[in-house]
Nanobody, 121 residues
């Protein structure tokens, strides 16, 4: 059983910063892509960014230059550093991790439980 535990959400003023963390635990053989999505009220879940196992990153245009994704492979953890936050960044943020539980298993994608980010104007 694999679990993803997110932390770091909260309330911040516009222009401020937050750092989200997502730690994977359980039966893990290898982790491929780790990423972040977000969902605002009344909207569909949208892609924020991802980082490959080799450290290559990709971001949504709306967060480029403000958000940075990093990972600690030894800790099975992915981070989302969010700077210059805007009210439109407010949403529930979900981590998304693609991993293999054993050398015999296919890779699967898991979701975190979500963490709320609120940005006051």
């Amino acid at each position: 059983q694999v679990q993803l535990v997110e932390s770091g959400g909260g309330l911040v003023e516009a222009g401020g910063s937050l750092r989200l963390s997502c730690a994977a635990s359980g039966r893990i053989f290898s982790i491929n892509v780790m990423g972040w999505y977000r969902q605002a009220p009344g909207k569909e879940r949208e892609f924020v960014g991802l980082i490959s196992s080799g450290g290559i990153t990709n971001y949504a245009d709306s967060v480029k230059g403000r958000f940075t994704i990093s990972r600690d492979n030894a800790k099975y953890t992915v981070y989302l550093q969010m700077n210059s936050l805007k009210p439109e960044d407010a949403a529930v943020y979900y981590c998304n991790v693609n991993l293999r539980e054993s050398h015999l298993s296919q890779s699967r994608t898991y979701w975190g439980q979500g963490t709320q980010v609120t940005v006051s104007s």
